[in-house]
């Protein structure tokens, strides 16, 4: 009779906990959804004005530097890549298809420790 | 086959020398000694027989063939077929090989007080443990998961978060059902997080609250479940291809299948170097209990982020992030040990881990299908995504995809699904935060 009400209490323990505990994840991810929506273009919209700055779109920035650069330009030198990546294996290391034979020195098989020659 | 009976000969000469040593030092003890040595004398040719057969059978008494229980067969076999199932099947190799194993050498039968077993105090294995029991690593594997995840579909679309808190029921209503078939607080919470469907969360749950150490208020000690919920945390996500599917063709209906959505907005880089920082405060501020997780999460985020220290980050989403894979994966297999993890309660927590996945992937789906009612045209979410707030990541993010791509080939929903699927890491450690304050 004594185990009862532990096991009952344990039960609307784990529903408290339950309920508390979705709550709480709810919330937390909810503030985090809501900063994001609202809060964060607040808080880079208050960055802009501390920087005194337009943030530079791509279509704002202007190419003055590169008046000269032309389409042509820009093909010949695509060409020239393509070009040069093209041929770039006909200069390739012959060595890569020789294996260099390796012969593990051994006393076995020394020319300065034979029969012939004694030190 | 020449060299095996080489060998044996060896032996056998050996055996055979041994009487003649044996015989000198037994008769210089039998000149010196006394009368009862001149009686093992007599006898001494079969005394040393008995010695050596003696000695041949503590060794044996020391070996795996005379202490093996089918409890340890059975986990061996286990193990076998992890290592055949991530070889073979491709199903998560990257922790199926190495629990595999840890579970071939946690159970590995042993005579007990030799430090050799995990849970011997002084083993190699039981330091290694160590980072488990104490929840070093999974705080380890969210920095390398913090330094791989982009959150920029999850900052484009904030709302989608709510699908991550959504799938979350699993982990509380399986604490629940673990409380009724009569765990214990702590140990119904620790079971509870499997819903979570986040391996490294998991453990680290368990080992704060079921860890076999504490105690609770009545006096009793709780029991060890990490092995059988990180084993089953981790089987679990791996099956996530096989769990989810039918439960959403069976919730979601065919044109709801085939909602598109509109592309997520590109996201500046300020706002994905502001998001791990705020998060952080945010969640951490809610939930101080899951610091170790979600702190080294973001942490590992900006790092990836803040494009100055790519180094860091780059060491945290391979090197750091392997190396405590490998140890993770060896130790959680090894503490299946068969005496501590076949029990009744570990089939239970594989019963309710089961529930739990199907639980969280229905809250998320019907959670989806409500956020719905209150979206209007262009902004409708396509269901499938909120199969994808249980964590498993990218597991159900891909799960969601290959379903949505069933029912309209056109339609990728990969990038969708990922906003829910990250959001869902972060509620899980909030709730095993939760879980924790109110159990730890």
Redesign the interface.
């Known amino acids: 009779m004594t185990v009862l009400p532990?096991f009952t209490d344990?039960?609307s323990?784990?529903?408290v906990?339950?309920i508390?505990?979705?709550l709480?994840?709810?919330?937390?991810?909810?503030?985090?959804?809501?900063?994001?929506?609202f809060?964060?273009p607040v808080?880079?919209y208050v960055?802009k004005i501390i920087t005194k700055r337009k943030?530079k779109k791509i279509s704002e920035i202007k190419v003055e530097a590169d008046r000269d650069f032309t389409g042509e330009i820009a093909a010949a030198i695509g060409a020239a890549v393509h070009m040069y990546l093209d041929q770039q294996h006909d200069h390739e290391s012959a060595i890569l298809t020789i294996k260099q034979v390796k012969k593990p020195y051994s006393p076995w098989s020394s020319k300065i420790y034979g029969t012939q020659n004694r030190l | 086959m020449k060299k095996v009976i080489l060998i044996f000969c060896v032996l056998s000469l050996l055996i055979f020398i041994r009487p003649a040593l044996g015989l000198n030092t037994n008769s210089s003890s039998a000149n010196s000694g006394t009368a009862v040595s001149t009686t093992q004398v007599d006898d001494s040719g079969d005394s040393v027989f008995e010695g050596a057969f003696k000695g041949i059978k503590t060794f044996y008494s020391y070996t795996g063939f005379a202490n093996a229980t089918s409890g340890n067969l059975i986990m061996i076999i286990i193990g076998i077929v992890f290592i055949y199932l991530g070889i073979k099947y491709d199903y998560e190799p990257l922790l199926l090989i190495p629990i595999g194993t840890g579970v071939i050498l946690g159970n590995i039968p042993f005579v007990a007080g030799n430090q050799t077993g995990i849970y011997e105090t002084g083993s190699v294995l039981n330091y290694l443990y160590f980072g488990v029991v104490k929840g070093i690593y999974p705080p380890l594997i969210f920095l390398g998961i913090g330094a791989m995840t982009d959150f920029s579909s999850?900052?484009a679309n904030?709302?989608l978060?709510?699908l991550?808190?959504a799938a979350?029921?699993g982990?509380?209503?399986t604490?629940?059902g673990a409380?009724?078939l009569g765990f214990?607080?702590p140990e119904?919470?620790a079971i509870g997080i499997i819903g979570g469907a986040d391996g490294p969360t998991a453990i680290f749950l368990s080992s704060k609250l079921a860890n076999g150490v504490n105690i609770l208020a009545?006096g009793t000690v709780v029991k060890n479940l990490i092995g059988p919920i990180a084993i089953a945390a981790y089987s679990y996500m791996a099956l996530v291809p096989v769990i989810q599917p039918p439960l959403m063709r069976l919730l979601i209906s065919k044109e709801d299948r085939k909602i598109r959505m509109k592309p997520p907005r590109a996201v500046?880089q300020?706002?994905k170097m502001?998001?791990p920082v705020?998060?952080l405060l945010?969640?951490t501020f809610?939930?101080p209990s899951a610091l170790p997780l979600l702190g080294m999460l973001f942490f590992g985020n900006l790092l990836k982020e803040s494009g100055r220290t790519e180094r860091l980050a780059d060491t945290a989403r391979t090197k750091l992030i392997d190396i405590v894979t490998i140890l993770l994966g060896v130790t959680v297999g090894a503490s299946t040990q068969a005496d501590i993890f076949i029990t009744k309660d570990s089939l239970l927590i594989f019963g309710l881990g089961a529930i739990s996945f199907v639980i969280a992937t229905c809250g998320g789906l019907l959670f989806a299908k409500f956020m719905n009612r209150f979206l209007k045209g262009d902004n409708k979410i396509n269901p499938l995504i909120g199969a994808a707030g249980v964590s498993a990541v990218p597991d159900s993010a891909r799960v969601v995809h290959h379903e949505g791509l069933k029912s309209d080939p056109s339609n990728y929903l990969l990038m969708h699904a990922m906003a829910p699927n990250v959001?869902g890491v972060?509620?899980s450690a909030?709730?095993a935060g939760?879980?924790l304050s109110?159990?730890g």
Not at chain 1, 24 to 30: E, M, P, T, W
């Open positions: 532990l344990q039960i323990e784990g529903y906990i339950l508390t505990g979705l709480i994840v709810f919330s937390a991810l909810v503030t985090l959804a809501l900063f994001f929506n809060g964060l808080l880079l960055y943030d | 999850l900052i904030p709302k978060m709510l991550g808190a979350q029921i982990v509380f209503a604490f629940l409380l009724y214990n607080l119904a919470g009545d500046t300020k706002e502001i998001f705020v998060a945010l969640t809610i939930s959001s972060i509620g909030i709730a939760i879980i109110f159990l």
